[in-house]
């Protein structure tokens, strides 16, 4: 006869924890599932401290193993930039009705910060048109520059600020999933949109005019083109058109011949240095040329104090701030990922998140506005052969001898010399090619690429981009996924080495297959019909996507050396099959 315990099934309780203990597993849940922090277990204390010094600082984990070697590609490639980031540094701040040393300001403080949180080797930092023409028409609601330039100035300041504050915290709480709210449908949009308006906008500068629209749409920006013809200057339209033949050719040799790429670099800088002695030689402000103006030497006065906190300009400071700031980082993040997948070099979004932020508090406290990756730089820095973020130091270190030494010299600079700049760095963001492919892929994507494009250019730069984005929220759908129904790939192999597998995974002729390890029980995603997603064990590359006519979307995602392939096919069950490369 059995014990009166057989018929009962015995509980494994788990050890009762308090809740101090259970909100801090749950902290951790939330903000650091892929447990950054692992490989730091079982270190000594100083190697641990030194450790999470690397982690949060990344200029101690890439500086311990520098070389004489490697700085001197960087000294090649921060020279290249540099080059580009005077010219650009000076248009892009005329561009937001800023004082032109303004511009360089924010080439010299911002780039040195990034070197030293920044995770991307490839990265080069700098200003940005569509962001200085989207802070110029939203800051110029709350004051225009020609009333009180001094607080318009601040403002800009202050925006940078709250730019910073907003990009660090996402990338502390781990937030940068938000990003990927604004799709490639909807950025290929509002750039092409604002790269058309920026471009009509330039007639000003080419056709030597002293009076403007402050206005930023297509049919404000002609009429005032029209308006005031009695101002047209000839002089100046005729140097305009020399110099945008001579910057286009400079471009299409580079196209032609990539190992000149340097060639397309330097010639921005070659255009301000010849139109320079032409205004100087032949007094071209007096002969319908108009010139920058005098500038000023000395390093970035501090503008902590030049904060505005007060009503009723913060809003305006806040928005600009947050809205630029998201462009911005969208922006900055696909190009540091791009690059770095090129090279097989692993981008952590979270750490560059925390870097831009940084950066832009930091300008912020010293007469800098927004600054970010623009792809242009970034990918001249990386042509050019750049080893780390040093050549954003070299970069940094170049601004700084022209601020001291070199500034008064490019007030001679015809404005028309920065208006052929300005265009010719324009006609590179009108992705004509993506437009045309997302009209053969699909029409819905196709759709919110010219409702971003048309309401940029006709309504203004933000009514546009959120436009596209109310119109792409409808059709956001959300799929949760368990791990285990993750099966082994049956028609791939499971064990290459990380560069075999890629080569595997892009090939044209294999269909698309993907790249994220899932290691928590659920996974959230977000699927459009471009793909945007969201992993919270760690932050993906996307390397390859398609959705065809029938809403069957297949990803590319990569992670380290964990893969995975998704396929979604509508009104069917989603599949995931994932699997592990040796490094």
Request: glycine share 8%.
């Amino acid at each position: 006869m059995g014990s009166p315990d057989d018929g009962k099934h015995k509980v494994n309780l788990s050890k009762y924890r308090n809740f101090g203990a259970v909100f801090r597993q749950k902290l951790k849940e939330t903000f650091f599932p892929d447990d950054p922090f692992r490989h730091f277990r079982g270190l000594p204390p100083h190697h641990k401290a030194f450790a999470f010094l690397k982690y949060f600082v990344p200029i101690f984990e890439w500086g311990s193993k520098y070389t004489f070697s490697d700085f001197r590609l960087d000294l090649l490639a921060g020279i290249t930039i540099a080059s580009m980031a005077i010219p650009q540094g000076i248009s892009y701040a005329r561009l937001a009705s800023l004082p032109p040393i303004v511009g360089l300001y924010s080439c010299f403080v911002p780039p040195l910060i990034y070197a030293v949180f920044g995770s991307s080797k490839n990265l080069a930092v700098g200003t940005v048109a569509a962001g200085s023409l989207l802070l110029q028409s939203m800051i110029q609601q709350a004051v225009r520059p020609d009333e009180d330039l001094k607080l318009y100035l601040h403002l800009f300041f202050t925006a940078a600020f709250f730019t910073g504050v907003f990009q660090t915290a996402l990338g502390i709480f781990r937030l940068g999933f938000l990003v990927d709210f604004l799709s490639r449908s909807t950025i290929t949009g509002f750039m092409g949109g604002t790269a058309i308006l920026i471009i009509l906008q330039q007639l000003k500068g080419m056709l030597g005019l002293k009076h403007f629209t402050t206005n930023t749409d297509i049919v404000s920006v002609l009429h005032s083109v029209f308006q005031y013809r009695a101002d047209w200057r000839w002089q100046s339209f005729v140097m305009g058109l020399c110099f945008l033949s001579f910057l286009l050719s400079t471009r299409h040799l580079k196209n032609k011949v990539p190992r000149l790429f340097w060639v397309s670099a330097i010639s921005p800088l070659v255009v301000v240095i010849i139109g320079g002695l032409v205004a100087f030689l032949t007094h071209g402000e007096k002969h319908g040329i108009p010139i920058v103006g005098p500038l000023n030497k000395g390093l970035n006065p501090i503008s902590i104090g030049d904060l505005v906190f007060s009503s009723p300009h913060l809003k305006y400071a806040v928005n600009a701030g947050l809205i630029s700031g998201l462009i911005a980082l969208a922006e900055g993040i696909a190009v540091g990922r791009s690059l770095g997948l090129l090279k097989n070099e692993h981008v952590d979004g979270n750490k560059e998140m925390i870097a831009f932020g940084l950066m832009n508090i930091g300008g912020s406290f010293t007469s800098c506005y927004l600054t970010t990756a623009p792809f242009s730089k970034s990918a001249v820095n990386f042509h050019a052969g750049c080893k780390t973020a040093m050549s954003n130091v070299v970069q940094a270190i170049i601004i700084m001898l022209v601020l001291l030494f070199l500034a008064p010299l490019f007030k001679y600079t015809p404005l028309v010399a920065l208006a052929a700049i300005i265009i010719v760095a324009m006609i590179g963001l009108i992705e004509f090619e993506e437009m045309h492919r997302l009209f053969k892929v699909d029409k819905f994507d196709f759709c919110v690429c010219m409702v971003a494009l048309f309401g940029v250019s006709f309504l203004s730069m933000l009514k546009g981009i959120m436009l596209s984005v109310r119109f792409y929220d409808p059709i956001i759908i959300f799929f949760t996924f368990s791990s285990e129904s993750i099966r082994a790939s049956a028609d791939l192999p499971t064990r290459q080495t990380s560069a075999e597998l890629r080569r595997t995974l892009l090939s044209p002729s294999l269909p698309l297959r993907g790249a994220h390890r899932l290691r928590n029980s659920e996974i959230f995603v977000v699927l459009s019909f471009y793909t945007s997603n969201k992993f919270p064990a760690f932050p993906p590359r996307i390397l390859r996507s398609s959705v065809d006519r029938h809403r069957r979307a297949e990803f590319v995602m990569a992670s380290g050396d964990d893969f995975a392939y998704h396929e979604s096919r509508a009104g069917s069950q989603e599949t995931w099959t994932s699997f592990h490369v040796d490094p």
